[in-house]
């Protein structure tokens, strides 16, 4: 299966131009927060915006549940799906997609700035910000089976080609749903650092050759979480590969408990016990 993915931060329009990039690049379906669209209807999954909270959307979006994904993966084989597009916020975020999906990776990435004007993306993200309202690739008909959040309005929207070599075809039409998420009228959800914190500190410590966690830095962004993990270890023959062992763990525990994106986990030993004595 050929598989392009558009990938772009929340709220800059990804959704809004999936159909236009699907038609232009003779894709089958759509994978879009938890559903499989192909042409105007959706045939499987979930929709993330029907979700109480943001923790949830985005295990939803990542296929997390495996009954979730099975429903997908069949309707996928079913409709001889041969050309696929999957949108994420990154391209880490499309690759856990396909994995979660028992797919390879996209092979080819197209980035949002690649196909709007940075007016465009502004304005998509201010009606995001301000309105809270997302687009679902699909229309509304479609949309209200899959979705208990709020139908705010049907839309169509005419798309203007910049690079088109046929005039005939250098506009498109295309229906969509304009919704509001669940988890959006019940407030922002936040999972603070000393949370994260603890979640690592429990992980790491629980790991053979730790001796303890000795400090922990939490950098946060709207594209994910970077933990920087200082630690004392006990000298043994599995100390080469602990790091690595330590990078793993954590970044599967922690996205498998907050179902945030992991970016890096950087790993410092700061101290390394013989016996009762330590190493500086």
Known sequence: MYILALVGSSGTGKSHRAIAVAHDHKIDAIIDDGLLIKGSEIVAGKSAKRQATKIGAIRTALFSDSEHSDEVN??????????????????????????????????????????????????????????????????????????????????????????????????????????????????????????????????????????????????TSENGVIFNIDIAVYLGPYLPGLAEEIQRVVVKEAEHITALHVIAVNVSIKKARIGQSFLI
Do not use: C
């Open 74 to 219: 069949k309707a996928i084989s079913q409709h001889n799906l041969e050309r696929l597009l999957i949108l994420g916020t990154s391209r880490a975020m499309t690759n856990r997609i396909a994995e979660n999906l028992g797919m390879d990776r996209p092979q080819h990435y197209l980035e949002i700035t690649d196909i709007a004007t940075a007016d465009e993306i502004q304005e998509a993200l201010n009606t995001r910000k301000y309105q809270g309202k997302h687009i679902v690739p699909a229309p509304t008909v479609q949309v209200k089976p899959r979705l208990s959040g709020t139908i705010i309005e049907p839309v169509k929207t005419l798309f203007q080609r910049r690079h088109q070599t046929h005039p005939q075809l250098d506009k498109m039409w295309v229906e969509q749903s304009v919704v509001k998420p669940t988890f959006n009228s019940l407030g922002r959800f936040y999972i603070a650092n000393p949370v994260l914190t603890q979640i690592i500190t429990y992980v790491t410590n629980s790991l053979e050759n730790v001796d303890k966690v000795l400090k922990i830095q939490v950098d």
